[in-house]
C-alpha cells in the first residue's frame, strides 16, 4: 500500500456514563485524551426507568462533562452505535473549564424534546453508586455483540 493514510480525528463532549473511565475502556479499548467541560445553555435530565441521562437546551442552566480528544471515525461509529436513535449527535460549543478555552465539539442530544420520561436532574456520583456495575455489564455485552459481525480480510 503506498500513499499517506490521514484519520480523521473528533472531539466528544460527555455528561453521562461515558464520563466513567471503566464504560469507555469497555467501548473503545482504551481511555483518550480528556479534559473537563461545561456545556452551557444545557439541561441533564434523568429518564423514567432509565439509568442513563438525556440533555436538551435549557437556557441559564450547565451541563459538566468531559470532552473526549483524538476519537477516530471507528470510535465515533461505535459511540454512535451505543448511543443508539434515542441520541442525534450535534455539534456544540464547550467552555474547557481548565483553560476556559471554548471549544467546538459534538455531542449527543435527546431526540424527544417532548418526552415526558424526562425529569429532575441526573446525578453521575449517585450513578456510580447504584447503577455502575450493572451498566459496565451490559456495555460489555454491547461491545462484544458489536465486534462480532466484523470480519475483515
Do not use: C
Not at 456545556?39 to 459538566?64: C, N, Q
Not at 461509529?77 to 450535534?90: A, I, K, P, S
Not at 453521575?124 to 447504584?130: A, G, R, S
Amino acid at each position: 500500500m503506498s500513499g499517506t493514510t490521514t484519520v480523521a480525528m473528533h472531539s466528544v463532549f460527555v455528561y453521562g456514563s461515558l464520563m466513567a473511565d471503566d464504560v469507555v475502556r469497555l467501548l473503545l479499548n482504551r481511555i483518550p485524551q480528556t479534559s473537563s467541560a461545561i456545556l452551557p445553555d444545557f439541561h441533564r435530565f434523568s429518564i423514567k426507568g432509565r439509568v442513563y441521562p438525556a440533555i436538551l437546551p435549557a437556557k441559564a442552566d450547565t451541563v459538566s462533562g468531559r470532552v473526549l480528544f483524538g476519537i477516530t471515525d471507528h470510535e465515533l461509529y461505535v459511540l454512535d452505535e451505543f448511543e443508539d436513535t434515542e441520541y442525534e449527535r450535534q455539534n456544540v460549543q464547550v467552555l474547557l473549564t481548565d483553560s476556559s478555552e471554548k471549544l467546538q465539539t459534538q455531542t449527543y442530544i435527546w431526540a424527544n424534546k417532548d418526552d415526558p420520561d424526562l425529569y429532575g436532574t441526573w446525578d453521575f456520583e449517585e450513578w456510580k453508586q447504584l447503577h455502575m456495575e450493572g451498566f459496565l455489564k451490559m456495555t460489555k455485552d454491547f461491545a462484544q455483540e458489536l465486534n462480532l459481525p466484523e470480519s475483515e480480510a
